[in-house]
């Protein structure tokens, strides 16, 4: 037979202590039933653990062997035990993270930062895709959340991060700059530099009914994947953008940010409703978080 753990925390209790009485004092418990645990552990070693007599209680030399083991055991079942506990907190373990670059300027680094303060030994790994990787991703289980822009598809579970005003960029000293707000009809006679379309279409089944209630067709004569690359276009007169407002924050010289009337967009976190990970929802709590304390929260 083996030991349990009660039992060998009676007997380090009583090593410490050189006296039942101590410690049954310390464990809450008869020294009667103390006793009868201690022996019970004795007849199972086939060993003596201690020599009792009138001056007290003190341990064999086999008990003084066994004691650092003892020991030993009780720190790996508590260490065990603790592991399970700040697992089912999600504080260990690991998370895939993926993000698209449209959302990567404000949010990412204030998120990646919380959640290394909050959860040192939580394993988070971040990772730059396509919308239609991402999607493809978080449906598969390759990524645990992802942050991403509306439309996406049903079945993934969605928490809207911040809504943000939709902005022309245009040149400084552009007609437009001193608006307060355009609408969209005011670019229709622009030239325009856009993002590249991709291979999900329902964003630009979106975007492209936009420009036609506003009763044009964009004339696009550039085109390139990333904010800072249509940023410099813009600086350099090539033509006009849109943004979302947070990408202001990568502002070069020579842009100005007007606000669109009646566009906005959001950024969202989704994830599979199936995924019970603990260290997801702690995450998925942080970012919540967040993005509350983010200045760019609201539409308008």
């Not at 809504?163 to 707000?181: I, K, M, N, Q």
């Not at 350099?236 to 010289?253: K, P, Y």
């Amino acid at each position: 037979m083996t030991p349990d753990l009660r039992q060998l925390r009676y007997f380090v209790a009583v090593a410490e202590e050189s006296s039942f009485t101590r410690a049954a004092a310390r464990l809450l418990i008869a020294q009667q039933s103390l006793s009868q645990q201690i022996t019970l552990l004795e007849r199972t070693l086939g060993a003596k653990l201690f020599d009792r007599d009138s001056r007290g209680t003190e341990l064999t030399e086999v008990g003084t062997l066994f004691l650092p083991e003892a020991r030993a055991v009780l720190q790996r079942a508590d260490d065990a035990v603790a592991v399970v506990t700040r697992a089912v907190r999600g504080e260990i373990g690991s998370l895939r993270l993926a993000f698209l670059s449209t959302t990567a300027n404000y949010l990412l680094p204030l998120v990646v930062r919380a959640v290394r303060e909050r959860l040192p030994d939580l394993q988070l790994s971040t990772e730059e895709t396509t919308i239609s990787a991402l999607v493809e991703g978080v449906t598969t289980g390759r990524y645990d959340v992802a942050f991403s822009r509306p439309p996406l598809v049903d079945g993934l579970a969605t928490r809207t991060l911040a809504t943000e005003p939709v902005c022309a960029v245009l040149p400084v000293g552009h007609p437009l700059a001193d608006r307060d707000e355009v609408t969209l009809k005011d670019l229709a006679d622009e030239n325009w530099v856009l993002a590249p379309r991709s291979s999900w279409e329902p964003w630009h089944l979106v975007h492209d009914k936009e420009f036609r209630e506003a009763g044009f067709v964009p004339k696009v004569v550039q085109r390139d994947p990333s904010p800072q690359g249509l940023l410099g276009l813009v600086a350099a007169g090539v033509g006009v953008t849109w943004l979302a407002r947070s990408a202001n924050s990568l502002r070069r010289t020579g842009v100005v940010f007007v606000p669109i009337n009646g566009e906005s967009i959001s950024t969202e976190m989704v994830w599979l409703p199936g995924n019970t990970s603990p260290a997801l929802q702690a995450v998925l709590e942080i970012v919540t978080e967040v993005a509350a304390e983010s200045d760019v929260t609201t539409a308008g």
